[in-house]
RNA sequence: UGUCCUGUGGUGUAAUUGGCAACACGUCUGACUCUGGAUCAGAAGAGUCCAGGUUCGACCCCUGGCAGGACAACCA
């Protein structure tokens, strides 16, 4: 484990640590801490699913237990080995480790077959041959009571016999179920005689076409909780009112010993954006966006290719706290945990992404120096690298103003600038074109003033490329998806894809130090005064490609806004 | 007009189980700075959904309200 979750602060403990400590503290796990991951291999995994994972793999690890990852893959028609792999990847690279415990539902199918007929033959089970539509009829509203099912009495043998011929696939998908016998006034929805089995014709991803029938969530979740003898299963909060029912199939499985328990917890939102799974594969298919990996996803592998580290997401998801009660995250709390990563741990570059000419005019033609840049100011033993300066350089654009408002640091006309690791140059006067934009800056330099020989103080400090020397790089600038805190929060009639940011991604050519020519796929970087950047995956030799992780805190942009 | 869950600064989470509310993000000052970054110092901001009650004392216990959320797939 890393040094920031070593050093969490463990004054309080959240309340599944304070349910496990007294769990530990009064043995009832037999000194055990068992939990799991359990996705449904049917999308990809997103910032809310990274909280669960480091809940579950952090709980086990806090208190020397173990996490299994098991994929609760029980409806084969939605699900898919790709989703297997994409999701195994995003774990590992979140940097949690599920050891041997690679699990499946689908490898306790036989198990839970056989538990299955031994409710029936208790007579807490039984077939029904009512349609979908009669069940969803039959089943009532939360404030009215349900029907008893005309087959709920129906002999053992005979559900033991239909229930043998459901799975030898003898009858059509939908024509029969399993059901739990238990309660059809209950005010719990799910006690009202929930299906177990389905019949489903399909072919399953790992079981192929062994099975014609397949369990249902609560059913299979439970018992293989169970049947890996997990101690704390922890879910999200709509799960609560399944609990009744995942403690009854317990209860009349006779399960006394290593008896899991589920607890709810609350689903981690984020603001500026949205993170249902239904609603991500809109803007998928829609094509508002470029895949499930485009950075703008709050997905796992959206925000890696966006250039956030594993770390940041831990820290976040320790941060954000885990409770009972719904919340909504500030986007800014992750933005501020990549950038304390990044700080620490990217190395520095100028980049100039808008760039205008500057010419100093008193600098030889054709003399070149190579200056020294730290690497990382805060990792000063990583040493330093090398930096062309010569006559001609570019410069940021909004780094001058011919006419500057008060606290304005930078250059203007007259002005005196220090470009950074070089020298303290004047703006003596500037060229413009026909229509009136600024096309070279024209300085002079002080040769007194180069970078470590001089003590002069001037208020700004300019990043720069040299011209000559400087390498184009594709930027791609990306900013939040939406632009309003909730795209859910719609008049009437409204698409939460109306409140989409048209400027999430700006596409631009910048102009970068030739030192990062041959960075490779995923480095990341802080471009000095602008934000943290890494290499995308369209990036190739001879063609960078760089995107924007996130700005850096700009306060001269802040205090501008008002 | 059902059942269950949840209400603490703008946001999120605490309060060692009854001793007048802490931390983080954000916001705002100031210092420092060859990144208007980082760092450092400081400030503002809640009296804990409301009303009663118990108690010397309540965020915490009790009663009654109010508000928000979840639940009626052969999804998970």
Redesign the pocket.
């Known amino acids: 484990m890393k040094e920031e979750e070593k050093n969490k ?1 463990t ?5 599944l640590e ?1 349910v496990i400590t ?1 769990d530990l503290e009064q043995g009832n796990t037999k000194g055990r801490v068992h939990t799991r991951f ?3 291999p ?1 999308g990809y995994l997103h910032i809310g699913h990274a909280k669960s994972i480091c809940l579950n793999f952090g709980l086990a690890n806090k208190y020397n237990g173990k996490c299994n990852l098991r994929f ?4 084969p ?3 898919s080995i790709e989703y297997v792999n994409s999701i195994k990847e995003d774990i590992r690279w979140l940097g949690f480790d599920w050891e041997d415990r690679e699990y499946y ?1 689908s490898d306790y199918f036989d198990k839970l077959y056989e538990m299955a007929r031994y409710l029936i033959k208790k007579g807490k089970a039984y077939v ?10 039959g ?6 009571p ?1 029907k008893i099912s005309p087959w709920r009495d129906r002999p053992v043998e005979e559900s033991l016999d239909l229930f043998d011929r459901m799975k030898k696939g003898e009858f059509p ?5 399993l059901r739990a016998k238990i309660y059809m006034a ?5 006690m ?1 005689d ?2 177990m ?4 014709h399909a072919r399953h991803h790992r079981t192929q076409d062994k099975w014609c029938i ?8 439970g018992q293989s909780d169970y049947l890996e003898n997990i101690t704390h299963s922890i879910c ?9 029912l995942y403690d009854w199939f317990l209860d009349n499985l006779d399960v006394k010993v290593n008896r899991p328990r589920q607890f ?1 917890f ?1 689903r981690l ?1 984020l ?1 500026y954006t949205v993170m249902s799974k ?1 609603k991500l594969l809109e803007l998928v298919e829609g094509d508002y966006v470029s895949g499930w990996n485009d950075p703008r996803m709050p997905t796992i592998s959206g925000l890696r290719r966006r250039g956030y580290t594993p770390a940041s997401i831990r820290v976040f998801s320790e ?12 986007m ?2 992750l ?3 990549v ?2 990563d990044l ?2 741990n990217s190395e ?1 570059l100028m980049a100039v992404l808008d760039p205008v000419k500057l010419v100093i005019d008193n600098y030889p033609d054709d003399k070149t120096e190579i200056l020294e840049g ?1 690497r ?3 990792r000063p033993e990583q040493g330093h690298r090398n930096i062309p300066f010569s006559k001609t350089l570019y410069i940021e654009r909004k ?1 001058f103003m011919e006419d ?1 408002p008060k ?4 250059l203007a006309p007259g002005r005196e600038v ?6 303290i140059v004047k703006c003596e006067n500037v060229v413009k074109d026909s229509a009136g934009n600024v096309t070279e800056i024209h300085c002079t330099y002080d040769p007194e ?15 720069w490329v040299s011209a000559g020397h400087a390498v184009e790089a594709e930027v791609r600038l990306y900013d939040r998806l939406f632009d309003v805190e909730d795209p859910t929060d719609l008049p009437e009639g409204g698409d939460f894809k109306d409140n989409l940011n048209p400027d999430s991604l700006q596409i631009i050519k910048g102009l970068v130090e030739p030192s990062v020519k041959d960075a490779k796929q995923g480095e990341r970087y ?5 934000g943290y950047f890494c290499i995308d995956p369209d990036s190739k030799p001879g063609k960078l490609v760089f995107n924007r992780t996130v700005s ?8 501008h ?2």
């Open positions: 602060q004054g309080s403990l959240n309340f304070q007294k359990p996705p449904e049917n609760d893959d029980t409806n028609t939605k699900e539902a029904c041959e009512m349609t979908g539509e009669e069940i969803a009829a089943r009532g509203t939360p404030s009215t349900g998908d939908g024509s029969k179920v209950s005010p719990n929805m799910h009202r929930p299906v089995y389905r019949i489903m397949y369990p249902m969530y609560d059913w299979a979740h999200t909060l709509e799960f609560e009112v399944h609990r009744p709810e609350a939102n603001n239904r941060k954000v706290g885990v409770a009972k009660r719904e919340n909504v995250i500030d800014a709390l933005e501020h945990c950038r304390e700080n620490k520095r730290i990382n100011p805060e780094d500057p606290k304005f640091f930078r220090r470009l950074k690791y070089a020298y003033t180069r970078s470590g020989n001089s003590t002069k103080k001037v208020k700004g400090t300019l990043h802080q471009f000095e005064r602008t850096l805190r700009d306060s001269w942009a802040k205090m806004k008002k």
